[in-house]
T-cell receptor
Framework: LAKTTQPISMDSYEGQEVNITCSHNNIATNDYITWYQQFPSQGPRFIIQGYKTKVTNEVASLFIPADRKSSTLSLPRVSLSDTAVYYCLVGEWDDKIIFGKGTRLHILP | EAGVAQSPRYKIIEKRQSVAFWCNPI?????LYWYQQILGQGPKLLIQFQNNGVVDDSQLPKDRFSAERLKGVDSTLKIQPAKLEDSAVYLCASSLGRTASPYEQYFGPGTRLTVT
């Protein structure tokens, strides 16, 4: 399983775009990159998954450079309700998923 | 679509007592997971079921924890006897199974266990 490194915490302001970068230098050919979001007192919620280039959905965008050694989760125009912990996970289709400590994103008014 | 249901939401017990948690996954989801999340950490997988068979229980403390998934639907996780370090949130999650990405899991709200 590829090891991931992401910032422990980040602060941003309402209305701004937030980018959270995850490093995964030893990502394998068959690995996918997945991000989860966890609000206080709730279970994690799957938000986006990608393999290469860019993926966009109604919640976020995921940018993956050609070498795939990192990825960036982009949250457009954040609001106070985006305050949460964001987890980056990397692994193959059949891998056991392992959560790290994630990035605590705090949105300020 | 109904989400993953868990009960109880909160439980306080004394050490050496026993406790059980219940999970009802999303209808049609073949794979069910139990996680333990200690405050400030990410969830840790305890056990994974595919239908009613165990796929992975390598991180389940089998001397005190047990889990079952009868008929491949609901599941229960039991701790007996509980220790102080078992204080955590216990999360249940489900996914479609081997035909879909296991990384796309749907989590329940969790059960917050406090052992005193």
């Amino acid at each position: 399983l590829a090891k991931t490194t992401q910032p422990i915490s980040m602060d941003s302001y309402e209305g701004q775009e937030v980018n959270i970068t995850c490093s995964h230098n030893n990502i394998a050919t068959n690995d996918y990159i997945t991000w989860y979001q966890q609000f206080p007192s709730q279970g994690p919620r799957f938000i986006i998954q990608g393999y290469k280039t860019k993926v966009t959905n109604e919640v976020a965008s995921l940018f993956i450079p050609a070498d795939r050694k990192s990825s960036t989760l982009s949250l457009p125009r954040v609001s106070l309700s985006d305050t949460a912990v964001y987890y980056c996970l990397v692994g193959e289709w059949d891998d056991k998923i392992i959560f790290g400590k994630g990035t605590r994103l705090h949105i300020l008014p | 679509e109904a989400g993953v249901a868990q009960s109880p939401r909160y439980k306080i017990i004394e050490k050496r007592q026993s406790v059980a948690f219940w999970c009802n996954p999303i209808s049609g989801h073949a794979t069910l997971y139990w996680y333990q999340q200690i405050l400030g950490q990410g969830p840790k997988l305890l056990i994974q079921f595919q239908n009613n068979g165990v796929v992975d229980d390598s991180q389940l403390p089998k001397d005190r924890f047990s889990a079952e998934r009868l008929k491949g639907v609901d599941s229960t996780l039991k701790i007996q006897p509980a220790k102080l370090e078992d204080s955590a949130v216990y999360l249940c999650a489900s996914s479609l199974g081997r035909t879909a990405s296991p990384y796309e899991q749907y989590f329940g709200p969790g059960t917050r266990l406090t052992v005193t």
